[in-house]
């Protein structure tokens, strides 16, 4: 059974920063595209960032861009999604996704939901003002 489980949520004062992990269980997504989605109240879930499958290519979302950093650990099967100078409209859950296709038959990195095939539970990050 495949699992993706996400940690290292909280609530954290505006400018401050965390660090949520991602990691995979049930098999390995070292050939794999993953990305990170978030869920703010009365919102869609929207793309944050996604990475293939060797870290060379990442791609934000504008609101995030130059703040978050992802990466990833094939070695440990887990993907992360370093977060600095949060504002409180960061405040939302965080969800990881993995693509089931090998991250070379894209053309581009994944940004839409409908092209992930696994999700994690979410971990829910909290922005103080």
């Known amino acids: 059974q495949v699992q993706l489980v996400e940690s290292g949520g909280g609530l954290v004062q505006a400018g401050g920063s965390l660090r949520l992990s991602c990691a995979a269980s049930?098999?390995?997504?070292?050939?794999?595209?993953m990305g990170w989605f978030r869920q703010a109240p009365g919102k869609e879930r929207e793309f944050v960032a996604a990475i293939s499958w060797n870290g060379s290519r990442k791609y934000y979302s504008d609101s995030v861009k130059g703040r978050f950093t992802i990466s990833r650990d094939n070695n440990k099967n887990t993907v992360y999604l370093e977060m600095n100078s949060l504002k409180p409209e960061d405040t939302a859950v965080y969800y990881c996704?993995?693509?089931?296709?090998?991250?070379?038959?894209?053309?581009?990195?994944?940004?839409?939901?409908?092209?992930?095939?696994?999700w994690g539970q979410g971990t829910q990050v909290t922005v103080s003002s």
């Open positions: 049930g098999r390995t997504f070292n050939s794999n595209d």
């Open positions: 996704a993995a693509d089931r296709e090998v991250s070379w038959v894209r053309e581009r990195l994944p940004i839409r939901e409908d092209e992930y095939d696994y």
